[in-house]
């Protein structure tokens, strides 16, 4: 149904030109979507391919993964099953978000999280995440990271703290204003009070180096689980529902399809002369088609 309503969405945003945004959507729908080319690997993680399929698994709505040590904390690097998708540079009012449960088992001792990480390495990133907070009888809050050139720093990112037993299952959101420079990050614990802001919400993208240097050249968005340090049996369990990313089109994507290709060419020597507002041939805005607009398609051709 979700599928559906997406593609139906996708559709209409296509009809309507260009104020469209690209939807990347997987609902795990007894698998990953080979659409949208997952990856294991991590760059500077060892093993690479953090793929452990014995804790993988899918149920029909979800996939799950069950925790095992193993972080991207400093230098340690050697985190398992961390699932990502490629993204190019986002663009206008970019968001992701994902829904995660975190079952706690027979962990204790360390700050056990799951949630959203976005990459270039596996000493460049940003996450949020569900947190169960040791020295708060394990608790759970959201909470964020970030890292770059293997040095970790507290994101200043904080929920309210709450009783696992009131729901272990959260709503994060990562959302840009282009308009200000600002992100700003939500999470909604399923308890009818809908979207929160973070405390410490908004920043200036800058003030994650990683979540910036994805938003301006591309990287990887993916999803993970931390015994953040803990341990014991039975192990954690944590349960994705869905990751979305919105994202505006390359603007040389004239059909918004995703790809600066020959049909943007096509586009552009069709309505070649063309003059009016807002025609979505008219890739540098100025008001005509003309040569200013190919040499955008063919500069960019191939970008995504
Ligand atoms: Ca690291
Ligand atoms: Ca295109
Ligand atoms: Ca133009």
Redesign the pocket.
């Known amino acids: 149904m979700m599928r559906t309503l997406w593609s139906l969405t996708l559709v209409i945003l296509t009809i309507g030109g260009r104020v469209c945004a690209q939807p990347l959507m997987d609902d795990f729908l007894g698998g990953l979507d080979p659409q949208n080319r997952w990856s294991w690997v991590v760059a500077g993680n060892a093993p690479a391919n953090t793929l452990d399929s014995t804790r993988v698994s899918f149920t029909a709505e979800h996939l799950q993964i069950t925790a095992q040590a193993g972080a991207l904390y400093q230098s340690v690097n050697n985190l398992r099953n961390l699932p990502s998708v490629s993204v190019p540079a986002l663009r206008g009012a970019w968001v992701i978000e994902a829904r995660v449960r975190l079952t706690r088992n027979g962990s204790s001792g360390g700050y056990l999280q799951a949630g959203l990480v976005v990459f270039r390495d596996a000493d460049h990133y940003f996450n949020l995440h569900l947190v169960y907070l040791p020295d708060q009888s394990y608790q759970l809050s959201v909470s964020g990271g970030h890292e770059w050139n293997g040095v970790y720093q507290w994101a200043g990112l904080s929920g309210v703290v709450w009783s696992p037993s009131a729901g272990d299952t959260a709503r994060l959101m990562i959302r840009y204003e282009p308009d200000t420079g600002l992100a700003r990050f939500y999470y909604d614990r399923e308890d009818g009070a809908h979207w929160r802001e973070c405390t410490g919400s908004p920043r200036p993208l800058s003030d994650f180096p990683a979540l910036q240097t994805v938003a301006q050249l591309g990287g990887q968005v993916g999803l993970y689980v931390d015994l953040g340090g803990g341990g014991g049996s039975p192990a954690p369990v944590a349960s994705f529902d869905y990751l979305t990313i919105l994202s505006d089109?390359?603007p040389?994507?004239?059909?918004?399809?995703?790809?600066?290709?020959d049909?943007?060419l096509l586009?552009v020597l069709f309505h070649f002369g063309a003059q009016r507002c807002n025609h979505p041939a008219d890739i540098t805005r100025d008001g005509i088609v003309d040569d200013a607009d190919l040499l955008q398609v063919l500069f960019h051709f191939g970008a995504r």
């Open positions: 089109y390359h040389a994507d004239v059909t918004c399809d995703g790809i600066v290709d049909a943007d586009q």
